[in-house]
């Protein structure tokens, strides 16, 4: 079982930056983060794998960079030129072949 710890949301200005940080407990692959607005489906932010694949969300392309430290089993999650519309729970998802775990979430505010 791998526990995933994430950090670094909270309350920022439109146009401002943010850095998340997801923790597994464990080595894994593939590993990423996913948002869930109120009312509205939880969506793709951006993933990455240990062979450095990287794919994102039509709505971040451009404003977030995902990055990966193998050694810490850690990803990172860097938010430029924020959005009211990014306002939402991020969560850390991690993936291998024998399961998909979630971690608990972080809640961006993006509002003046």
């Known amino acids: 079982q791998v526990q995933l710890v994430e950090s670094g949301g909270g309350l920022v200005q439109p146009g401002g930056s943010l850095r998340l940080s997801c923790e597994a407990s464990?080595?894994?692959?593939?590993m990423g983060w996913y948002r869930q607005a109120p009312g509205k489906q939880r969506e793709l932010v951006a993933y990455?794998?240990?062979?450095?694949?990287?794919n994102y969300g039509d709505s971040v392309k451009g404003r977030f960079t995902i990055s990966k430290d193998n050694a810490k089993n850690t990803v990172f999650l860097q938010m430029n030129s924020l959005k009211p519309e990014d306002t939402a729970v991020y969560y850390c998802r991690a993936e291998d072949p024998r399961a998909i775990y979630w971690g608990k979430g972080t809640l961006v505010t993006v509002s003046s």
């Open positions: 464990g080595s894994i692959s593939m």
């Open positions: 990455t794998t240990s062979r450095g694949r990287i």
